[in-house]
Nanobody
Framework: QVQLVESGGGLAQAGGSLRLSCAAS????????FTWFRQAPAKEREFVAT????????NYSDSVKGRFTISRDNAKNTVYLQMNSLKPGDTAVYYC???????????????????WGQGTQVTVSS
């Protein structure tokens, strides 16, 4: 079992920044791929950013590339999502997901992940 707890969401103005955290417990942190997804009102949940693999390769959706940065601190068992230049379109509930690196083959696919956090709300005002 892996337990994930997100934090850091809140209200920001357009152009502002927020940093989300995802604290993991229960298994060897470094063995897992971590990915952020988000779900806006009346929309399907979508991929945002991922980090994992032996070289901690990162990947981003086109909508956040250049504005968001995903990182991980293996010593703290925590994954971060630094969100800069926020836009109202970034408003969503953000979810952290984890999957063992030997099992995750398509990092953007939600069904690859067996562990999910409860989500944290991010609201960006114009």
């Amino acid at each position: 079992q892996v337990q994930l707890v997100e934090s850091g969401g809140g209200l920001a103005q357009a152009g502002g920044s927020l940093r989300l955290s995802c604290a993991a417990s229960g298994r060897t942190f470094s063995n897992y791929v971590f990915t952020w997804f988000r779900q806006a009102p009346a929309k399907e949940r979508e991929f945002v950013a991922t980090i994992g693999g032996s070289l901690d390769i990162t990947n981003y959706s086109d909508s956040v590339k250049g504005r968001f940065t995903i990182s991980r601190d293996n010593a703290k068992n925590t994954v971060y999502l630094q969100m800069n230049s926020l836009k109202p379109g970034d408003t969503a509930v953000y979810y952290c997901a984890a999957g063992h690196r030997k099992l995750v083959t398509i990092t953007t696919r939600q069904s690859e992940y067996g562990y999910w956090g409860q989500g944290t709300q991010v609201t960006v005002s114009s």
